[in-house]
């Protein structure tokens, strides 16, 4: 399957982004999707996930409360709105298919990766 993200950019800190990840090649509702960012010099880490099909989400503790992530199977799309940035958030976002039911935390779980997009919260 491939992943295209989009829908990063620049916000002050308080403000909000929508990211999009749009897939195509393979049935998207087969894959539970995920979101990951990174900084550079840093892992890749767990952002949110959503299983098949999308009734059950985890998140990270640190965007807990403040990010949401969903997913519209009849688009082969999935979502995180990100709400209250800080200036933490800055990273570059990257979204994941995994073959299963549920998603899993390890990026290491994931079988197909989106090209990533920069997010960048100014304080």
């Known amino acids: 399957v491939q992943l295209q993200a989009s829908g990063g950019g620049l916000v002050q800190a308080g403000g909000s982004l929508r990211l999009s990840c749009a897939a195509s090649?393979?049935?998207?509702?087969?894959?539970?999707m995920g979101w990951f960012r990174q900084v550079p010099g840093k892992e890749r880490d767990f952002v949110a996930v959503v299983s098949r099909a999308g009734s059950r989400t985890q998140y990270a503790d640190s965007v807990k409360g403040r990010f949401t992530i969903s997913r519209d199977n009849a688009k082969s799309t999935v979502y995180l709105q990100m709400n209250s940035l800080k200036s933490e958030d800055t990273a570059v976002y990257y979204c994941a298919a995994r073959r299963d039911v549920t998603g899993a935390t390890p990026a290491t779980e994931y079988h197909y990766w989106g090209q990533g997009t920069q997010v960048t919260v100014s304080s």
């Open positions: 090649g393979r049935t998207f509702s087969n894959y539970a």
